[in-house]
């Protein structure tokens, strides 16, 4: 019998804090098990596998940052807009760094809540490149741009990849502008000149 209390949102939330606390490639069903005070066969009542899980994660932590990167960006517009959500994103990486890795998942088709927070996210950037004046095939360039300059600064950030003797901020300061620039000075598309 499933123990009281317990269940597969409770065993997610324990894995997400749990991920936060020892990093998410040290997250073991035998670990969440432990810390829910349960045998690791009774952990299979509520989650199907480690791969199960690794997936509820991911949709767990991609709705929290899509929900700070839609708040930071609410009321907000061009270069303001880019910094909050720039800052809502490294933020969320530092509060989580067990649960930031796992947010870089793909959405699961089969798992709609999975598939909206991930459109809630892309929403936010979308919003934001919208201000820019950047639509269609080049807002995804463009929000693939800001992935992935954000997501770089963050990650290195994290490892202490950063070596040099220069503030983190100042830094993280100059990559939201650059960005700005970019943004404001979108060239045209490859090969159309």
Partial sequence: MPRAGLT??????????????????????AAVAGR???ALPSLYKHVRGADALGQQLAALA???????????????AGRDALRAVADAWR???????????????????????????GRLALDAVYAILRGYGLTGDDAVDAARTFRSAVHGFVTLEASGGFGLPRGMD?????LVA????????????????
């Fill in 170 to 174: 100042r830094s993280f300061d100059q």
């Fill in 178 to 193: 650059a960005l700005d620039t970019a943004f404001r000075n979108w060239p045209d598309p490859v090969g159309a000149r």
């Fill in 91 to 117: 933020g969320y990486a530092g509060r989580h760094p067990g649960r930031y890795p796992a947010a870089q998942q793909v959405p699961d088709p089969d798992d709609p809540a999975h598939v909206e927070a």
């Fill in 62 to 76: 991609v709705a929290e940052l899509a929900a700070e990167m839609t708040s930071a960006a609410a009321g907000r």
């Fill in 36 to 38: 829910l005070g349960v």
């Fill in 8 to 29: 597969p949102q409770a065993v997610v939330r324990e894995a997400a804090r749990l991920a936060d606390e020892v990093g998410y490639e040290k997250l073991t069903l």
